[in-house]
T-cell receptor, first 111, second 109 residues
Framework: DGGITQSPKYLFRKEGQNVTLSCEQN?????MYWYRQDPGQGLRLIYY???????QKGDIAEGYSVSREKKESFPLTVTSAQKNPTAFYLC??????????FGEGSRLTVL | RKEVEQDPGPFNVPEGATVAFNCTYS??????FFWYRQDCRKEPKLLMS???SGNEDGRFTAQLNRASQYISLLIRDSKLSDSATYLC??????????FGAGTRLAVHP
């Protein structure tokens, strides 16, 4: 079945550590996105990519990095520079100007 | 001003009620609009795309008012299972989708 797979589902990190969240899609979508959601809040855009080997910063890119070496994959690295990384991270993909399809999310907790 | 704004609610309504949510957007160039439903600790799922002419799917009706830059979602005959957070999203340029903070709906017996 086509869809978006995020891993891991739950992740614990010590302060000062970098972590990478995986996002893979087999929907053949050109565009991919990373959002962050805090409790009781909406979705805030971290990074997005319209095509392979290209990506743009969203509204809260500081402390995060991404790569888009393959169409199917858009991993997100949460670096130690991100001061408050505990959150629910959602990856999504779409055709241009189309609706987003979301993965099940990754819940990151900093200990 | 945020690009997409919603009334956070919560909206507490009895079963069978009609409830309406509004969402305003600031980017007049936005072309695509969507309503998503999000259950607690789950990913958002598409409820409806919003077209200029308005669209209806069963008990749900979405409308777009470009002149006033808002979109609306109407839910008729509310069910307990409609309890969730409803997110509106609008294209913010470069085909990125920007979301509002979400409106919580609680339907009670």
């Amino acid at each position: 079945d086509g869809g978006i797979t995020q891993s891991p589902k739950y992740l614990f990190r010590k302060e000062g550590q970098n972590v990478t969240l995986s996002c893979e899609q087999n929907l053949n979508h050109d565009a991919m996105y990373w959002y962050r959601q805090d409790p009781g809040q909406g979705l805030r855009l971290i990074y997005y990519s319209q095509i392979v080997n290209d990506f743009q910063k969203g509204d809260i890119a500081e402390g995060y990095s991404v790569s888009r070496e393959k169409k199917e994959s858009f991993p997100l690295t949460v670096t130690s520079a991100q001061k408050n990384p505990t959150a629910f991270y959602l990856c999504a993909s779409s055709i241009p100007a189309g609706e987003l399809f979301f993965g099940e999310g990754s819940r990151l907790t900093v200990l | 001003r945020k690009e997409v704004e919603q009334d956070p609610g919560p909206f507490n309504v009895p079963e069978g009620a009609t409830v309406a949510f509004n969402c305003t957007y600031s980017n007049s160039a936005s072309q695509s609009f969507f309503w998503y439903r999000q259950d607690c600790r789950k990913e958002p799922k598409l409820l409806m795309s919003v077209y200029s002419s308005g669209n209806e799917d069963g008990r749900f009706t979405a409308q777009l008012n470009r002149a006033s830059q808002y979109i609306s979602l109407l839910i008729r005959d509310s069910k307990l299972s409609d309890s969730a957070t409803y997110l509106c999203g609008g294209s913010g340029g470069y085909n990125k989708l920007i979301f509002g903070a979400g409106t919580r709906l609680a339907v009670h017996p």
